[in-house]
């Protein structure tokens, strides 16, 4: 109930090219759900995040597409650039649950190639 | 990097020596966590704290315990490292006070002989 599953655990795209990460659930108590983007030797940042009662959110070359029947949801890049080569987690929290706690997805290496 | 430091960043440990990680902020921030990061585990919730003297555990609590005497202190002590406590330590805080929007340190590579 509390898993995130992620997908795949690796991605090699272009440069250019679109990046997709996905990820399901099981908990429809989750009521956010993050992305966080981790570069080498750092720790994760919080790149983006959606409530279930918005299909998308974009900000810049990044988007969360949202499907609440299915309880998936992903992460897209567009325009994946070298940079963007990190390791990406998504992430969900129920907030009115016992635990509120971040439950994190087992992480998506990207490597865009140039 | 909302003042967030770790020490120390490195550490080589010998296994049923006891060690102790630090998470330091400074900016008097409520909520504090900390988790382990392993291949094919993402990363994962060891405890939380959310002020002076209150803490809780996360989901793999096991062997850890934590100490927050001081706001800006959360400390997390491995009685009695195990191999399997080799990992890489992440301390972390809400800023906003939103469980979702967390801001994590640099990290602690621990290995445990």
């Known amino acids: 109930q509390q898993q995130v599953k992620q997908s795949p655990q690796s991605l090699i795209v272009q440069k250019g090219g679109i990046s997709i990460i996905n990820c399901a659930y099981e908990?429809?108590?989750?009521?956010?759900f993050p992305w966080y983007q981790q570069f080498p030797g750092k720790g994760p940042a919080l790149l983006i995040a959606?409530?279930?009662?918005?299909s998308e959110k974009k900000e810049g070359r990044f988007t969360i597409s949202f499907n609440k029947s299915a309880k998936q949801f992903s992460l897209h890049i567009m325009d994946s650039q070298p940079g963007d080569s990190a390791t990406y987690f998504c992430?969900?929290?129920?907030?009115?649950?016992?635990?509120?706690?971040?439950?994190f997805g087992t992480g998506t290496l990207l490597a865009v190639q140039p | 990097d909302a003042g967030i430091t770790q020490s120390p960043r490195h550490k080589v440990t010998e296994t049923g020596t006891p060690v102790t990680l630090r998470c330091h902020q400074t900016?008097?921030?409520?909520?504090m966590y900390w988790y382990r990061q392993d291949p094919g585990h993402g990363l994962r919730l060891i405890h939380y704290?959310?002020?002076?003297?209150?803490?809780d555990k996360g989901e793999v609590s096991d062997g850890y315990s934590v100490s927050r005497s001081k706001t800006e202190d959360f400390l997390l002590t491995l009685e009695s490292a195990t191999s399997s406590q080799t990992s890489v330590y992440f301390c972390?805080?809400?800023?906003?006070?939103?469980?979702?929007?967390?801001?994590f340190g640099p990290g602690t590579r621990l290995t445990v002989l």
């Open positions: 972390a805080i809400s800023v906003t006070g939103e469980v979702h929007e967390q801001f």
């Open positions: 992430a969900a929290v129920n907030y009115g649950g016992a635990t509120n706690k971040l439950i």
């Open positions: 959606i409530r279930p009662d918005v």
């Open positions: 908990n429809t108590a989750f009521d956010y």
């Open positions: 704290s959310y002020g002076v003297k209150d803490t």
């Open positions: 900016e008097n921030h409520r909520y």
